[in-house]
């Protein structure tokens, strides 16, 4: 069964402080994987897809990577408007993880 | 505005009811996906369909059920209803199978 697991859990950041996001999956085939960001009771926001190791994706100040084994979601000098929970998901049925709420102070 | 549209936005309704969610894909998709979301939780995989058969199935209830119609709009019905199954109910679409999906705002359902 296909498994997702991100971290942090939750990320607090400054204005400006650039971080890393981790998805780490297992997965019968990878068709695919993921990311999304979240606004609170809203609906999930497709960002980027990624489907073999060693892919990059960039829009604006995130930037997506790809291992065999796991993803990384790059934030650039954040802004508060960044602040969401970012989702990643693999496999045909999109198997989600748990999310990380990012939380960007002025 | 992703294209897909949920109906309705809000739903309050009392425990043993039965109510339908409908979801209307993004033009041209042929997949459909319905998610759990309660407070605080992750998003929950209910069910995939695509062109009107059942694709992929997770953890779903025997109470609930869901179809996808020939013009690919598709309904979750919940029956039985219990106070736990308050929650934000999200639709998804997608064209090929394992391409990126596309989510609707969601319904919020409260059971009372």
């Known amino acids: 069964e296909d498994q997702v697991t991100q971290s942090p859990e939750a990320l607090r950041l400054q204005e400006g402080e650039s971080s890393s996001l981790n998805c780490s999956y297992t997965v019968s085939g990878l068709r695919g994987l993921f990311w999304y960001r979240q606004d609170p009771g809203k609906g999930p926001e497709f960002l980027f897809t990624?489907?073999?190791a060693g892919e990059e994706k960039e829009k604006e100040r995130l930037k997506a990577t790809l291992t065999k084994k796991e993803s990384f979601l790059h934030i650039t000098a954040p802004k508060p408007e960044d602040s969401a929970t970012y989702l990643c998901a693999v496999g045909g049925k999109l198997t989600f993880g748990q999310g990380t709420i990012l939380t960007v102070h002025p | 505005d992703s294209g897909v549209t949920q109906t309705p936005k809000h739903l309050i309704t009392a425990t043993g009811q039965r109510v339908t969610l409908r979801c209307s894909p993004r033009s041209g998709d042929l997949s459909v996906y319905w998610y759990q979301q309660s407070l605080d939780q992750g998003l929950q995989f209910l069910i995939q369909y695509y062109n009107g058969e059942e694709r992929a199935k997770g953890n779903i209830l025997e109470r609930f059920s869901a179809q996808q119609f020939p013009d690919l709009h598709s309904e979750l019905n919940l029956s039985s209803l219990e106070l736990g199954d308050s929650a934000l109910y999200f639709c998804?679409?997608?064209?090929?199978?394992?391409?990126?999906?596309?989510f609707g705002q969601g319904t919020r359902l409260t059971v009372v």
């Open positions: 990624l489907y073999s």
């Open positions: 998804a679409s997608s064209g090929l199978w394992g391409t990126e999906a596309f």
